[in-house]
């Protein structure tokens, strides 16, 4: 089995993370500024099929801007539109949606501990949150 998860967490720091579904193993975590969401996301599933994966999406479903105003609301629409846009328009991948209330509640957020640091660099708060989401993503789905 050749799958991956590509779990992401939007915001103004939009966290990822790449989990091999068949063992569980952690290939690659970083974190994307607003305007390099698309082009991370473009290098990254890129990278992946190169190589010969096939990519599962879980993006954790971003609250909506009705309680948040002004350029905040502005930046993560333009986050949200530019996942759906590489991911779903672009190259055509399935893409699950996750509420926060669902992943964070589980056991493997409750289990299993994320990555302190990543390529010599410590773990964001969204870079974890991302990794947990997607080994609870590909937990589920095994």
Known sequence: MRDVVLAIDPGQTTGWAIIRRRDKTVLGMGDLASLDVGCGIDLIVRAMHRV????????????????????????????????????????????????????????????????????????????KDAYLMGTFFARKRA
């Open 52 to 127: 010969g994966y096939t990519i599962n999406v879980v993006v954790e479903q971003m609250p909506t801007s009705g309680g948040v105003g002004g350029s905040l609301a502005v930046e993560l629409e333009f986050v949200r539109r530019t996942i759906d846009h590489w991911c779903s328009d672009v190259y055509e991948l399935q893409m699950t949606y996750v509420l926060p209330g669902v992943w964070k509640t589980s056991a493997v957020a409750k289990t299993v501990t994320p990555p302190a640091e990543w390529n010599c660099h410590s773990s964001s708060q969204h870079m």
